[in-house]
Structures are given as structure tokens and as C-alpha cells.
């Protein structure tokens, strides 16, 4: 999908992105302990963002 010059899917894994930071943030600034799966689902929101952000950018 493209709209107005931006790959919509770039900014949706920016978003999914934004919740493992924000995850971060609160174990460091809040002192918050995560659960062990909050941890691994933060991991995969991760990944998920390199695999979009890093995949070839064609656009048909």
C-alpha cells in the first residue's frame, strides 16, 4: 500500500515498535518487572520491525 509517498507498513511497524521502547522505558524509569513473555513478545515486535524496515523496497 502507498499513500502519499509512505509505505504504510513501515509506519505500522514503527507503532509496533513504539510499545517494545515504551516496555523499556518502564522497566528502567517505573522499575516495572516484566513478565518473561512480555520480554519475548517485545523480541518479536523487534524482529518483525527490522524484517519490514530492512526488506526491498519495490513498489509495483
Known amino acids: 500500500m502507498h499513500i502519499a509517498g509512505?509505505?504504510?507498513?513501515?509506519?505500522?511497524?514503527t507503532y509496533g515498535g513504539g510499545h517494545s521502547v515504551v516496555l523499556l522505558?518502564?522497566?528502567l524509569a517505573d522499575n516495572f518487572k516484566p513478565y518473561f513473555y512480555d520480554l519475548?513478545?517485545?523480541l518479536v515486535a523487534l524482529i518483525g520491525v527490522?524484517?519490514?524496515?530492512y526488506a526491498p523496497?519495490?513498489?509495483?
Open 6 to 13: 509512505c509505505r504504510l507498513w513501515t509506519v505500522y511497524a
Open 25 to 27: 522505558w518502564a522497566w
Open 40 to 42: 519475548i513478545c517485545a
Open 50 to 53: 527490522c524484517i519490514i524496515f
Open 57 to 60: 523496497q519495490t513498489i509495483h
